[in-house]
């Protein structure tokens, strides 16, 4: 399979305990996203990699969330001291862009669904 | 910031008639208007995309319209059938960030 992949798929933790999740894009994608759904709505933008820098964060990306592409391929997202309101669907994406801009097709990955009890 | 807003959230046509998906945005710089298809347990996945320089693009039972004056575009489906059942979102992008809409859910029934 040769598209964009998350692990894992399912994440149960207790409140207060760190997750980290990871994306593996499509191989030679420069671009890769992080997005956040919750149930009956559209993914929410959190942040975006071109190649390893990070270009754009959005306010919803509190303290708490760190999210790294060290060498420009796979990426990890971290989430600290987890609340109940982080429960929801994260979705990363890739694609091939240019310098800068999100204006180009976006592939998903199946989602790492996390709860938070 | 952007703004985009969805009209149905859900649809039930019969198969075969067309379906018709609506959205409006805020932002004038957005330049780029994809559509994804979303089913149960999955990532969403592009079915359709349009950019500012054109106002209607078509992929065999699907097409898109773009007016920019009025900041709407549209989604149409024709001669559906039950595996377009899905969920779809319509999104507007500008160099900085790409928002969703809340989604429409497409029922096909046969």
């Known amino acids: 399979d040769t598209g964009v992949s998350q692990d894992p798929r399912h994440k149960i933790t207790k409140r207060g305990q760190n997750v980290t999740f990871r994306c593996d894009p499509i191989?030679?994608?420069?671009?890769l996203y992080w997005y956040r759904q919750t149930l009956g709505q559209g993914p929410e933008f959190l942040t975006y990699?071109?190649?390893?820098?990070?270009?754009?964060k959005s306010r919803l990306l509190s303290d708490r969330f760190s999210a790294e592409r060290p060498k420009g391929s796979f990426s990890t997202l971290e989430i600290q001291r987890t609340e109940q309101g982080d429960s929801a669907m994260y979705l990363c994406a890739s694609s091939l862009g240019g310098l800068a801009g999100v204006d180009s097709e976006q592939f998903f990955g199946p989602g790492t669904r996390l709860t938070v009890l | 910031g952007e703004n985009v807003e969805q009209h149905p959230s859900t649809l039930s046509v019969q198969e075969g008639d067309s379906a018709v998906i609506k959205c409006t945005y805020s932002d004038s710089a957005s330049n780029y208007f994809p559509w994804y298809k979303q089913e149960l347990g999955k990532g969403p996945q592009l079915i359709i995309d349009?950019?500012?320089?054109?106002g209607e693009k078509k992929d065999q039972r699907i097409a898109v319209t773009l007016n920019k004056t009025a900041k709407h575009f549209s989604l149409h489906i024709t001669e559906t059938q039950p595996e377009d059942s899905a969920v779809y979102f319509c999104a507007a992008s500008t160099s900085d960030d790409m928002r969703f809409g809340a989604g429409t859910r497409l029922t096909v029934k046969p």
């Open positions: 349009i950019r500012s320089n054109v």
């Open positions: 191989s030679e994608h420069n671009r």
């Open positions: 990699f071109q190649n390893e820098a990070q270009l754009e």
